[in-house]
């Protein structure tokens, strides 16, 4: 390498470094935006049409579901096709299903749209991801590419003030609330129109030729850290369990789901659950919602301070340990009457730890698997962790109703000391590695370890 050239992973973080995580921001925005939507606007409608506890949580659950499908055939289609072509298409249906939502008239269609939306939610984890992790330096990839999940908060945040807004708007305020993601959606695909495609998926696909004109974007002399004499490999779905990542799917996969599980059975029925912690005066459970989701984005302050210098696997097993200690104490005090501020902030506590956490979600995944595979087993790992997701959510309202608030919340707890021994356990650390090192880990070990035996055995002997 020319003494003057520099790679990818090692360029200073620059303003083009700004634009490719602006355009990149519209994933995880709109997804935080349209889960979070159906917040309150289920709420609302629950009013205007009829449907019993089981067709709430299938409304609950229908863009979870819908995620399951659309993440593992939208990261497969990402690694096989590219970033953007995918991004601009997923966006374009988005938009298209979210305005279908003004003309539902049963709970049915409610779920069926839900659903729907679902699949192109799904696919945005894929893209967004993949991407900067490709483009980001590695002393700030931690940082850039968590950034995701806090974008993913603000969308859920500001899905839940804006619909609290239109509650004014009367009967059929749910109908604006559910379509309001559209705006989003047909801006973004509008305004990624010059995104530039990744030059690590263009070299893997042998398209070497593209390369050199977006990495002069990123500065001077800027090379690729891959090396040129290695042939373009086809992605393989399969490829995603072999060579030791099936370790790292069922890793991330698990400790995602852990995650996910309370934040989604929690924030989906946030209001109810105000409701039966005493808090139903005027709309007092609705603004407690959006206050609480709000608040949650402080968890990206300590994250972003500590992911890159503390490192992935400490920041990780702390965020499970806090969410562990805030849904005891909630269990605990869930029939006493709890000033509302008091509420408030246990809630809080809960919910920033959990975005902290939730910051490795986009991390570890896109650390953790090297190009060719990358969006598939993100997407794959996405799909897994919604299942189980989608399930609980629609479970919550019968479990609420039959178990109680207490037992619901302590089920919750139980679920993050799971996450927390998971954590001890299996957490890699991939702190200031490149990306080929980082999605090598298995193959470096390996290595490593057929080194070192042989002289382990000649000093024995």
Known sequence: MNTNEVTMDAVPFNKYHLKLIAYCSGCPLVTGY??????????????????TPVMSGLIGMGTLLGMVFGSI?????????????????????????????????????????????????????????????EFAPQKNRGNVVGFLNALWFIGYALSNVVCYLMLPLGDGAWRWMLISS??????WSVAIRNMPESPRWLTNKGRDDEVPAILAKLGDNVILDCDPTIEPEKSS?????KNGYGKWVFFVAAFWTMQIIPVFAIGTYLPTIMEQMGFADGNLQYLGSAIINCLYLIGLVPIF??????GRRPTLIASFLICTIALTVLGFTANTNLPFWMVLGLFVMFGASNTAGGSHEFVYPNELFPTQIRATAVGFVTGLTRILSAVSTFFTPVVLENLGLQTSL??????????LILSIVMAPETKDMNLSDAASMNNLSKRNKEVVTPIVKDITQ
């Open 182 to 187: 559209a705006l989003l959606t047909f801006g």
């Open 34 to 51: 349209v889960i979070g939507s159906v917040t309150i606007a289920l709420s609302v409608m629950g009013t205007q049409i009829s449907m």
């Open 305 to 310: 301070l500590y992911m890159d210098k503390a």
């Open 237 to 241: 779905f399969t490829d995603i369990f």
């Open 73 to 133: 055939i939208g990261g497969y289609l990402t690694d096989l096709i590219g970033r953007k072509k995918i991004y601009m298409y997923d966006f374009i249906f988005l938009t298209v299903a979210a305005l279908l939502q003004f003309f539902i008239t049963n709970s049915m269609q409610a779920f069926i749209l839900r659903l729907v939306l679902g699949l192109g939610v799904g696919a945005t984890f894929s893209i967004a991801g993949p991407y900067l992790a």
């Open 410 to 419: 302590y089920i919750c707890a139980g679920i993050s000391v799971a996450g």
